[in-house]
């Protein structure tokens, strides 16, 4: 069974970094065929992608968030690392993890697991 | 950027079909999944690759997709059906979601 924890803390100050933990069990990040992504909501809104890192180390952004992320690993700890510089309050939302299965053709990956997520609160 | 677009809210009566349409440009030549999300829930992944469903979803739920458009069918639906459903589809190694259809059963 695939399961996934989110934790950070739930209220930073504009201009802060936001660093997040997803801990994740049930499947190993140094096989292939897999990878961990952060997903983002808004309260009320659409679900946003932000990061992913595969097993191989490889790393993807979303375009728009780009100089503000890094996605790390740990797969000894079963832990994925997500840092967002320059926090802002429209940043406010819930955070997910969620883990992906990964075809050769990437095409046709998918989330098959989601963390329950954390909400993020930006405000002075 | 590349943009998939879903209608805010579709509405179905117990027992109808219901048809949650993700619209792009050539949405039909990429796979696209469907995410289920109920109030205060994760979203849960009810369509894969276009037409396969996890293994736990029920058979009323089936996907297709073509030209530029991906559809979300849920067939006799009911009121556990309700819910906000999602598509996404990957795009030159980045991922992209709809905005989100509210499906009300009533």
């Known amino acids: 069974q695939i399961t996934l924890k989110e934790s950070g803390p739930t209220l930073v100050k504009p201009t802060q970094t936001l660093t997040l933990t997803c801990t994740f069990s049930?499947?190993?990040?140094?096989?292939?065929?897999?990878?961990v992504g952060w997903i983002r909501q808004p309260p009320g809104k659409a679900l946003e992608w932000l990061a992913l890192i595969y097993s191989d180390d490889d790393k993807r952004y979303s375009p728009s968030l780009n100089s503000r992320l890094t996605i790390t690993k740990d797969s000894s700890k079963n832990q994925v690392v997500l840092t967002m510089t320059d926090m802002d309050p429209v940043d406010t939302a819930t955070y997910f993890c969620?883990?992906?299965?990964?075809?050769?053709?990437?095409?046709?990956?998918?989330?098959?697991?989601w963390g329950q997520g954390t909400l993020v609160t930006v405000s002075s | 950027s590349y943009e998939v677009t879903q209608p805010p809210s579709v509405s179905v009566s117990p027992g109808q079909t219901a048809s949650i349409t993700c619209s792009g440009e050539n949405l039909g030549h990429k796979y696209v999944c469907w995410y289920q999300q109920k109030p205060g829930q994760s979203p849960v992944l009810v369509i894969y690759?276009?037409?396969k469903r996890p293994s736990g979803i029920p058979e009323r739920f089936s996907g297709s997709n073509s030209g530029n458009t991906a559809t979300l069918t849920i067939s006799g639906a009911q009121a556990m059906d309700e819910a906000d459903y999602f598509c996404?589809?990957?795009?030159?190694?980045?991922?992209?979601f709809g905005g989100g259809t509210r499906l009300t059963v009533l």
């Open positions: 690759a276009d037409a």
């Open positions: 969620a883990h992906c299965v990964v075809y050769t053709d990437s095409l046709r990956n998918y989330f098959g697991s």
């Open positions: 996404q589809a990957w795009v030159r190694n980045t991922v992209v």
């Open positions: 049930g499947f190993s990040l140094t096989s292939s065929g897999v990878a």
